[in-house]
């Protein structure tokens, strides 16, 4: 049972803490809840993960389980993990395996410590870093489980099998079953706490190297040295103190790892868990650090796009828009910008970044997908409407991308009754961007070689209103066109989306297109562009709603089945109007 100390509100966090990979919606979990002297109170049966920020409450508990983003009473109770049921279940039976005179309050507390701990400090933002497991180890229980003892020894097709099955209770037994072991083996008594000015080096499972910074003051002003904080799924991995600002490295960004770069005078207050863990945290003062997805993160300031607006201390995605092909936003029905995933040649689809987004967001969702074959001169931000628009989520968020042979791509709701004022950077380098749990992104900057941004008004491509009530636009010329490519919904077989490559090299994409996710079909040297429009079904508001089919081929002598179907040449500009499954294409002379 809680006793006083416990908190009004417990949060359900999106990772086990035991297996570290994330919940699915209905996986069963369990909350590990701290009191307020950072002591481990109990574990609360929390029934099942939710889909959205709503969680169960149909207990006798002295407190709520809570998902809300950004919630104060969150943030000021005593910190809770959440886990797996089977993995905590796991981890036990696998701790007293080792050692029976092991207790279950001693392992559950062990567990939670462990949970806490995969942050890097306690008001760190949520990382939602993928777990490192040891996949030969996983592959050594499921050849001995079915009596294949060959398979396990070969490591490619170990990595190949993980890859493909990492939903697999499996990998999360493995995981589990890693942190018990890491656990039992850096069991200590005597934890104290130094300030990280002390401290030379660090490596997670290695002693740290000691220098005293501390009281050399001319040092700092001398080489302003830096310290690098390296953060996977279990927690504080490295510390790094580099001197002379010197911070590239050879490794890009990552999904597994996290960074914090920092001058080091900044870590004045910071202290540090010795001797030599293997797992830790640090104790940093409240303003804490971002948190960045690459060791070599831009310079924050030369980023802000907005320079009234600095975002608090979170966690920030980049992306190299010199090495991405392509990238996909995520936005919602009432043009939230909800996700954005950068196409490279390691993460070509876009499935993985979608299937990060809850299930509710999934089912409304709309792809808008720039595909990126030259270069992007300038990147735009709609401005924010007013100071409240920029402090708190930013809603409606429209961008411009400005490609050298491939002119203006506007992504975001059609607004046709005044012009949609920009922020634009020239050359741009990165993108830079926060995207919290469960709500829109809410921070997008740029990096760019020449640090500055101007205000532009985009001129409205024509005058009229949108065929339907919010509605996406997008269009493309449709002269020297090189190949159409045209991606169909799978079941209706009504066209979702349409990438056309001109001559030149550059490509235009149109309404939704979901790389790697549906069928598509591409027509080299296309002579013309057939359109047929058919009724897909109604509206909750009784509205008629249509799609459409689309048919190109290299030929212009063609008949249809049906003669609903308009056929065309290729000139003028094609406009492409979309929502959800919704569609609308028109063809038009160039004015
Ligand atoms: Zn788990
Ligand atoms: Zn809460
Ligand atoms: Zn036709």
């Keep these: 049972m809680a006793n006083e100390d416990s908190?009004?509100?417990?949060?359900?966090?999106?990772?086990?803490?035991?297996?570290?990979?994330?919940?699915?919606?209905?996986?069963?979990?369990?909350?590990?809840?701290?009191?307020?002297?950072?002591?481990?109170?109990?574990?609360?049966?929390?029934?099942?993960?939710?889909?959205?920020?709503?969680?169960?409450q149909s207990h006798r508990y002295p407190f709520s389980f809570c998902r809300f983003p950004s919630c104060d009473r969150c943030a000021s109770a005593a910190?809770?993990?959440?886990?797996?049921?089977?993995?905590?279940?796991?981890?036990?039976?696998?701790?007293?395996?080792?050692?029976?005179?092991?207790?279950?309050p001693a392992l559950l507390e062990m567990l939670w410590t462990a949970a806490i701990w995969r942050k890097p400090w306690p008001a760190a933002p949520r990382l939602g870093l993928a777990p490192d497991v040891d996949v030969s180890r996983g592959m050594r229980f499921a050849a001995k489980a079915c009596g294949q003892l060959k398979i396990a020894g070969l490591a490619e097709l170990s990595w190949m099998?993980?890859?493909?099955?990492?939903?697999?209770?499996?990998?999360?037994?493995?995981?589990?079953?890693?942190?018990?072991?890491?656990?039992?083996?850096?069991?200590q008594d005597e934890v104290s706490s130094v300030p990280i000015d002390k401290i030379h080096a660090w490596r997670r499972g290695y002693p740290a190297t000691m220098k005293d910074y501390a009281d050399k003051p001319s040092y700092y002003s001398a080489d302003k040295p830096i310290i690098r904080l390296t953060v996977d799924s279990q927690g504080l991995q490295c510390i790094e103190r580099l001197g002379g600002g010197f911070i590239e490295s050879s490794t890009p960004r990552s999904d597994s790892t996290a960074y914090v770069v920092e001058p080091a005078e900044y870590f004045s207050d910071v202290h540090f868990a010795i001797p030599q863990p293997l797992l830790t945290r640090l104790r940093v003062p409240?303003?804490?650090?971002?948190i960045w997805d690459t060791p070599y993160p831009p310079p924050l300031q030369q980023c802000l796009v907005d320079s009234a607006y600095k975002p608090p201390s979170s966690r920030l995605t980049t992306i190299q828009t010199r090495t991405c092909t392509g990238i996909t936003f995520f936005i919602s029905s009432t043009g939230s910008l909800l996700g954005i995933h950068a196409h490279t040649s390691n993460q070509p689809s876009a499935q993985e970044t979608f299937e990060s987004l809850p299930r509710r967001q999934q089912n409304a969702v709309m792809w808008v997908y720039v595909p990126i074959w030259d270069e992007i001169t300038a990147?735009?931000?709609?401005?924010p409407r007013s100071k409240a628009d920029r402090a708190s989520v930013v809603?409606?968020?429209?961008?411009?991308?400005?490609?050298?042979?491939?002119?203006?791509v506007f992504v975001g709701p059609y607004h046709y009754k005044q012009p949609q004022r920009f922020l634009l950077t020239e050359q741009p380098l990165a993108l830079i961007y926060e995207k919290p749990e469960i709500i829109p992104v809410s921070f997008i900057g740029i990096h760019s070689a020449c640090h500055k941004a101007k205000q532009i008004s985009l001129a409205l491509p024509f005058h009229g209103s949108p065929p339907f009530e919010k509605a996406y636009f997008s269009s493309a010329p449709l002269e020297d066109v090189s190949s159409i490519r045209i991606f169909n919904e799978m079941e209706a077989q009504a066209c979702r989306g349409i990438v056309i490559q001109y001559v030149n090299g550059s490509q235009r994409a149109l309404g939704q297109c979901r790389v790697g996710i549906d069928r598509d079909q591409i027509v080299m040297r296309p002579r013309r562009l057939c359109l047929a429009s058919f009724a897909l079904g109604r509206s909750y508001t009784g509205d008629q709603l249509?799609?459409?089919?689309?048919?190109s081929s290299t030929t212009l002598h063609h008949k249809h089945d049906r003669t609903d179907w308009a056929c065309n040449e290729l000139r003028g500009v094609l406009r492409f109007w979309f929502k959800n499954q919704q569609t609308k294409l028109e063809l038009y002379e160039r004015t």
């Design 7 to 56: 908190p009004s509100h417990v949060r359900i966090y999106p990772q086990c803490g035991a297996c570290g990979f994330a919940f699915t919606p209905g996986d069963r979990i369990v909350a590990l809840v701290g009191k307020y002297d950072s002591t481990f109170d109990a574990a609360y049966d929390a029934f099942t993960f939710p889909d959205s920020a709503y969680c169960t």
């Design 79 to 104: 910190e809770s993990a959440t886990a797996h049921k089977d993995c905590l279940l796991l981890f036990l039976r696998a701790s007293k395996a080792q050692d029976q005179r092991l207790a279950t």
């Design 161 to 187: 099998i993980y890859q493909r099955s990492q939903q697999s209770s499996l990998w999360r037994y493995t995981s589990s079953l890693d942190l018990a072991l890491l656990l039992l083996e850096s069991k």
């Design 286 to 290: 409240a303003k804490g650090f971002y």
């Design 379 to 383: 990147f735009g931000i709609s401005e």
């Design 395 to 408: 809603s409606q968020t429209c961008v411009l991308v400005r490609l050298k042979l491939g002119g203006d």
């Design 546 to 551: 249509y799609g459409t089919k689309v048919e």
